[in-house]
């Protein structure tokens, strides 16, 4: 009688490579939000993010087929951060029209309110274009980006559509005037202070006019899109 065989005692786990450790992706999205910030939107490219992630060149296609969809991962962190920023300043409720948010009064207080709060929120928008503006400058160039995908869409069209009800509610809006329309005068305010930001942040802004501070020409820019403050 043969002595029974003692069962084959199992295999260790094989230990996860880097490529294929959990919470890659976000690592991933992780070390392109520290490369932009730090090096800029030319530094983005797969091999170097996956070098700094420390796992092999083609780990990041397993979770973004494309580089534009890696790009667009990183540029939703930089809208979902502005968003916050611009919540916080607004008092936490970005002027959308929500319960308590005072900016939905259509008297001539609620405009003036609306107005103030557009100021607040071209700061905050000049304030992180300034500091983040590898970000900054990843988040609006819709050539690198995937926009229909992971979101984006989600987070930076919510954006727009605070500066949209704030310019409804900061001035009156005859009959008459279709090609004055809200998203128009948004529009043009948004590409306004876009300009602004890009040429104080390059000192031209500085130079050609003499000013030491953003906050006359924000005013201004303001004003000039939305008319003269009433009462003054």
């Not at 979770?63 to 968003?83: E, K, M, Q, V």
């Not at 876009?194 to 390059?202: D, E, F, R, V, Y």
């Not at 031209?204 to 009433?230: F, K």
């Amino acid at each position: 009688m043969h002595a029974s065989t003692p069962p084959t005692p199992p295999e260790p786990p094989t230990p996860l490579s880097g490529d294929q450790e959990p919470g890659l992706r976000a690592r991933l999205v992780d070390v392109g939000v520290d490369l932009v910030t730090r090096e800029g939107v030319q530094a983005l490219s797969l091999r170097e993010i996956a070098r700094r992630a420390g796992v092999s060149h083609g780990a990041p296609r397993r979770y973004f087929p494309t580089h534009l969809s890696l790009l667009s991962a990183i540029a939703r962190r930089g809208f979902a951060d502005l968003g916050a920023r611009t919540t916080e300043a607004l008092g936490g409720h970005g002027g959308d029209g929500s319960p308590g948010d005072s900016s939905q009064d259509s008297s001539t207080d609620g405009r003036a309110a609306a107005r103030a709060q557009l100021r607040t929120l071209a700061r905050v928008y000049l304030d992180f274009a300034l500091s983040h503006r590898g970000m900054y400058e990843l988040m609006f160039r819709h050539d690198l980006l995937e926009s229909n995908q992971l979101g984006l869409r989600d987070t930076s069209l919510p954006l727009f559509g605070v500066l949209v009800g704030l310019v409804t509610r900061a001035r009156t809006w005859p009959e008459g005037e279709p090609d004055r329309t809200p998203e128009l005068v948004a529009g043009a305010l948004w590409s306004t202070l876009h300009g602004i930001a890009q040429l104080w942040g390059w000192g031209s802004l500085q130079l050609a006019t003499g000013a030491a501070d953003v906050e006359p020409l924000l005013r201004a820019a303001v004003d000039a899109h939305l008319g003269p403050e009433e009462g003054r």
